[in-house]
């Protein structure tokens, strides 16, 4: 089944340490984000890509790190320079905008990462 | 700036009563807009989408929304609401960007369904 892969489903990090969150798709979409979820803020936009080996920094940049190397995999990392990781870290993918129709603008989500500082 | 605002943070109805969602939006353009659910712990799941066209949408799950540009508003309804329609529900407005696209989400309206 084609679909958002997102590992661990929970990750503890002591303070000071970076770590990595993984995130495949096998929807063959170009587009790829993170978002981060706070109780009561909904979900805001950390990091986006929309083709291999190109990204961009979203509303919440600080502290946290990507890479694309493949199409299928954004894989972020958040070092120890976020000052409040604890979060639910939600991945998501879409056929870009650019150059396609609007109906295509439609993300799908992964399970998500709750990441805890401890 | 773009914005979404969903100004219920906690709605309680009763098995089998009505729902109504609010959400309302700020964007210069025409919107794209959606609605997502989400059970605890789990990720998001769209139950609907408008992007142009009739301005009454249906989803799955029986839900439906209606897009009112004069209210910059897209509120979701179910007629009958069953237990397992207890969860988090988001709205989101579709934005374009240099490169590419992405959503903007409202906080959040929490359901609970009381028997």
């Known amino acids: 089944d084609g679909g958002i892969t997102q590992s661990p489903k929970y990750l503890f990090r002591k303070e000071g340490q970076n770590v990595t969150l993984s995130c495949e798709q096998n929807?063959?979409?170009?587009?790829m984000y993170w978002y981060r979820q706070d109780p009561g803020q909904g979900l805001r936009l950390i990091y986006y890509?929309?083709?291999?080996?190109?990204?961009q920094k979203g509303d919440i940049a600080e502290g946290y790190s990507v890479s694309r190397e493949k199409k299928e995999s954004f894989p972020l990392t958040v070092t120890s320079a976020q000052k409040n990781p604890t979060a639910f870290y939600l991945c998501?993918?879409?056929?870009?905008?650019?150059?396609?129709?609007?109906?295509?603008?439609?993300?799908?989500f992964g399970q998500g990462t709750r990441l805890t500082v401890v | 700036a773009q914005s979404v605002t969903q100004p219920d943070i906690h709605i309680t109805v009763s098995e089998g009563a009505s729902l109504e969602l609010r959400c309302n939006y700020s964007y210069g353009a025409t919107p794209y807009l959606f609605w997502y659910v989400q059970s605890p712990g789990q990720g998001l799941q769209l139950l609907l989408k408008?992007?142009?066209?009739?301005?009454l949408v249906q989803g799955i799950k029986g839900f439906e929304a209606e897009f009112k540009r004069s209210q910059s508003s897209f509120n979701l309804r179910k007629p009958s609401v069953h237990w397992s329609d207890a969860a988090e529900y988001f709205c989101?407005?579709?934005?374009?960007?240099?490169?590419?696209?992405?959503?903007?989400f409202g906080a959040g309206t929490i359901l609970r369904v009381k028997s």
């Open positions: 998501a993918s879409s056929i870009p905008h650019k150059g396609r129709g609007r109906e295509n603008t439609e993300a799908f």
């Open positions: 890509s929309q083709i291999v080996n190109d990204f």
């Open positions: 989101a407005v579709g934005m374009n960007l240099e490169y590419g696209n992405k959503l903007v």
């Open positions: 408008y992007f142009s066209g009739d301005t």
């Open positions: 929807l063959n979409h170009d587009a």
